[in-house]
T-cell receptor
Framework: EAGVAQSPRYKIIEKRQSVAFWCNPI?????LYWYQQILGQGPKLLIQ????????DSQLPKDRFSAERLKGVDSTLKIQPAKLEDSAVYLC?????????????FGEGSRLTVL | AQTVTQSQPEMSVQEAETVTLSCTYD???????LFWYKQPPSRQMILVIR??????QNATENRFSVNFQKAAKSFSLKISDSQLGDAAMYFC?????????FGGGTRLMVKP
């Protein structure tokens, strides 16, 4: 079974530039999550989708971050304009259902460096 | 807001020995779930073990077991017979509804 796919694996940009990350979850998984993991810290949830609807985006900095999940499958996370503090690994995860005890399956992440 | 605290930034264990990683959490909920995730250097996080708060029996998965103390809001992970492949970042996580909240992580080093 294919896992969660993310691209690009690495991205280096200048501040004020824009960047987009792509995630393809495990086939059939209804829930999809984007986490931000700053070096040395635990992942922090940015946004959660159930199919193509947003369940929770309370921690997404909406002035610069946006995310969509078209057709309830793939998702993109965009940052525009990027700031130095956005340097982090962006993790995508998916799960079978919107359940508290459900296991999340993570991708390898997209590492962003903002200069 | 729920918080998850891992007070040990780094831990070290000799191969074949036992190590315990600590985790405490703060919540006013009575029904929730707790998890330990492992993140090897390749960064793909995987689930190690999970515990349902309403179950008194501690969860066990092969060499991994937890000590769940609900009143103390403590959820520690014990790794027995440590192996070199256990070296990784370990994250404790909590879920009482929509959101999985992670602790800051503990880096485990395994000495041969």
């Amino acid at each position: 079974e294919a896992g969660v796919a993310q691209s690009p694996r690495y991205k280096i940009i200048e501040k004020r530039q824009s960047v987009a990350f792509w995630c393809n979850p495990i086939s059939g998984h209804a829930t999809l999550y984007w986490y931000q993991q700053i070096l040395g810290q635990g992942p922090k949830l940015l946004i959660q989708f159930q199919n193509n609807g947003v369940v929770d985006d309370s921690q997404l900095p909406k002035d610069r971050f946006s995310a969509e999940r078209l057709k309830g499958v793939d998702s993109t996370l965009k940052i525009q304009p990027a700031k130095l503090e956005d340097s982090a690994v962006y993790l995508c995860a998916s799960g079978e259902e919107h359940e508290m005890f459900g296991e999340l399956f993570f991708g390898e992440g997209s590492r962003l460096t903002v200069l | 807001a729920q918080t998850v605290t891992q007070s040990q930034p780094e831990m070290s264990v000799q191969e074949a020995e036992t190590v315990t990683l600590s985790c405490t959490y703060d919540t006013s909920e009575s029904d929730y779930y707790l998890f330990w995730y492992k993140q090897p250097p390749s960064r793909q996080m995987i689930l190690v073990i999970r515990q349902e708060a309403y179950k008194q029996q501690n969860a066990t998965e092969n060499r991994f077991s937890v000590n769940f103390q609900k009143a103390a809001k403590s959820f520690s992970l014990k790794i027995s017979d440590s192996q070199l492949g256990d070296a990784a970042m370990y994250f404790c996580a909590y879920n009482a509804g929509n959101m999985l909240t992670f602790g800051g992580g503990t880096r485990l080093m395994v000495k041969p």
